[in-house]
């Protein structure tokens, strides 16, 4: 317990010296640690970051207070001879490579003193621009452009324009005549189809017209059906006799004239 109080009395001084404080880490992996019976994210902050020094002044003091607790700071064990510094956390997403980060908190747990970062962003170098990396082979240009490949290169070119031109117009030139033929086909079969479909309208026109006249005539009340005209002359006949004239004694028209002048 006076461990516990210690290192709480000696946080703030642990924390001004990280506070603020923005690094260049290169995550390398994830190992076990036994000790602890989990997996913990290594980072690698090299000796030249302005951080290490604060580092190492904060192990010293986790090791006066707690000696007990696993402390997430060490050395770099595969390169003795640097003064690398190795931080033991806990990430989530992060690719290997290099990135930038701050040191957030100090995390006191049960056995273990750990440090939680908090990611900025992945490194991105100034050197990896196109335009300083690239470099011109002169000597490999000048195999590469060379007279006879350059004028290869504009027969190959030329052939290559002039074939895909000749395949263009002879495309148009065959659709051109493929539509005036389809275009002419169209307008004969719609001059012989016209009559031949007027005459289909027609025919089923008055058909079904006939078709409806005979049913209204057959539904049609019969006590108004009126006598044919053949009937009716006949009729007539019967009923009026012909006007006869005797052409015996024929009149003389002379001789009443005759008196009638006397």
């Not at 603020?20 to 992996?29: A, P, Q, S, V, W």
């Not at 290594?42 to 604060?54: F, G, L, M, R, T």
């Not at 490194?123 to 000597?139: E, G, I, M, T, V």
Request: with cysteine.
């Amino acid at each position: 317990m006076n461990k516990r109080s210690s290192i709480l009395t000696r946080k703030n001084d642990i924390l001004q010296l990280t506070q603020n404080k923005i690094f260049l880490g290169r995550y390398i992996e994830r190992r076990y640690v036994e000790s602890l019976q989990a997996y913990r994210d290594i980072i690698i902050i090299e000796s030249s970051e302005d951080i290490v020094a604060n580092l190492w002044k904060i192990k010293e003091i986790l090791l006066t207070c707690a000696s007990n607790e696993w402390i997430g700071i060490s050395n770099d064990s595969q390169n003795y001879k640097s003064n690398n510094c190795l931080l033991w956390v806990q990430l989530h997403n992060i690719t290997i490579g290099k990135h930038w980060f701050k040191i957030d908190a100090i995390h006191f747990l049960q056995s273990e003193i750990i440090l939680k970062l908090k990611y900025i962003q992945p490194f991105r170098s100034p050197d990896d621009s196109s335009f300083k990396n690239f470099k011109l082979d002169y000597s490999r240009l000048q195999q590469i452009f060379t007279y006879t490949n350059v004028c290869a290169t504009f027969k190959f070119s030329a052939v290559t324009i002039m074939a895909i031109a000749t395949l263009i117009i002879q495309a148009i030139i065959i659709i051109k005549e493929y539509s005036i033929e389809v275009g002419y086909l169209i307008l004969n079969s719609i001059n012989v189809a016209t009559p031949i479909i007027l005459s289909i309208i027609e025919f089923i026109t008055k058909t079904v017209l006939g078709l409806f006249w005979l049913i209204y005539v057959l539904l049609k009340n019969p006590s108004n059906k009126q006598m044919p005209h053949i009937l009716m002359n006949n009729k007539m006949n019967h009923n009026y006799k012909p006007i006869k004239f005797e052409t015996n004694n024929p009149p003389n028209y002379t001789n009443t004239n005759q008196m009638r002048y006397r």
